[in-house]
């Protein structure tokens, strides 16, 4: 039977970027290993998801990053005051095809797991 969770009123930042297969590898590995680490030190960061859509048999990869946040107070002190401009560092962009200049927000509704 599915779980309710109490993550109402989290704050869901998207952003979405392409990739060919190696490109995504090494995005998936900085996601992990140096953007997490540096958002879970933000006072109310909630968690993310990086999720991958394989695009076509060329190896074009969608990559959509989702990040939690308790309020847009929370999201400014990671984004800046515009927290519609995505935050994609040099290093970051050298491993993608094309990237959102932008991220989107949507608020949680309702979530179920199990």
Do not use: D, F, P, W
């Given at each position: 039977m599915p779980v309710m969770t109490n993550s109402q009123g989290l704050i869901v930042r998207t952003w979405s970027a392409t990739a060919d297969t190696?490109?995504?590898?090494n995005y998936c590995r900085y996601f992990t290993g140096t953007l997490l680490p540096g958002l879970r030190n933000l006072d109310g960061f909630g968690?993310?998801?990086?999720?991958?859509?394989d695009l076509d048999e060329s190896g074009t990869v969608e990559l959509t990053a989702h990040t939690f946040w308790d309020s847009p107070?929370?999201?400014r002190a990671f984004a800046g005051a515009d927290i519609t401009v995505a935050i994609v560092e040099p290093e970051a962009q050298?491993?993608?095809l094309d990237f959102d200049r932008t991220a989107t927000h949507r608020s949680v509704a309702a979530d179920a797991w199990g």
């Open positions: 190696e490109g995504a590898g968690g993310a998801y990086l999720l991958r859509r107070a929370a999201i050298a491993m993608l």
